[in-house]
């Protein structure tokens, strides 16, 4: 899974996988690493990382999260791409929609096509995954600018699938 996260104001990169008790990371498009963490207590995880132990105290802050690992402390926003994003403004509903894959699949059915005016709650394109068939919709009325998939193409999580202006 591919995230775009905040490290003290500076926008990372992160793709992980995880098994039981391991993590597989790539940050900003290095080299893979694999961490074994382990909750060693509400809050507190034991980290081990290139042969090194750490303790990393995970609270929730303002911005996200707040990681304290050997004394310092490291503020974290993660974006979540299902998560609806929202404008300047902060208003849902009002400027440019994105429309982001949730989840990794494959595009089924592209209801919509450049150019279409849409309404609120329209459906435009279905994504399938798992098995199951997920329609993403239009947050409000307006435009599509941009189609950036065709069906049966294959999508990663916060993959961008469409524009409505």
Known sequence: MKREITIGGIPHTLELERT????SFRFDGAGANTASIVPTEPGIYSVLLNSRSYRAA?????????????????????????APRRNASGLPGEGKQTLIA????????ILI????TVEAGQGLIVIE??????ELKALRPGRVVS???AEGA???AGDVLAIVE
């Open 58 to 82: 995970v609270t929730r802050s303002a911005q996200g999260i707040a990681i304290e690992i050997a004394g310092r402390i490291f503020e974290v926003e993660i974006q979540d791409p299902r």
């Open 147 to 149: 189609l950036a998939v």
């Open 113 to 116: 096509a450049q150019g279409d």
């Open 129 to 134: 995954a798992m098995k199951m068939q997920n």
């Open 20 to 23: 039981a008790e391991t993590v």
């Open 102 to 109: 949730p989840m990794p699949g494959k595009i089924v059915r």
């Open 154 to 156: 294959a999508v990663a």
